[in-house]
């Protein structure tokens, strides 16, 4: 399966966002990141929004949520490894807590290191 990471989902037609959702629907289908701005003028469809797990950055960005934020981005990293078919063993936890440490817990930053790692570690499989 293809791992794929979209940034400002938003922007996409709402025509794109169906042939997304069909794509998502599909047996053996991408398993894919995107970022968004749900508040903003351009929109996300209900049924397209729906698909994703959804996390509010500037909620998660005050100091208190620091624990919470990186166990959310193992976890999300962890599901994206075994929805893409790779090793579960590709990148430790702690690989995983290193990561989002070193990109201050930049959600965008974590998934471009994230995705180079996973794709570096399966090479040495």
């Not at 100091?63 to 999300?76: F, G, L, N, Y």
């Amino acid at each position: 399966r293809a791992l794929f990471v979209i940034d400002e989902l938003q922007v996409l037609t709402l025509n794109h966002q169906r042939r997304l959702n069909s794509a998502l629907e599909a047996e053996n289908g991408p398993c894919i990141i995107a970022t968004s701005n749900l508040d903003g003028k351009d929109v996300v469809a209900k049924n397209t929004a729906s698909r994703f797990e959804i996390f509010d950055f500037d909620e998660l960005t005050k100091p208190e949520h620091r624990d919470e934020i990186v166990d959310d981005m193992v976890r999300v990293a962890k599901r994206a490894i075994k929805s893409v078919g790779a090793s579960t063993n590709a990148l430790s936890d702690s690989n995983l807590r290193q990561i989002a440490e070193s990109t201050n817990m930049d959600f965008r930053k974590f998934f471009e290191k994230f995705s180079r790692e996973v794709f570096l570690a399966s090479r040495k499989a």
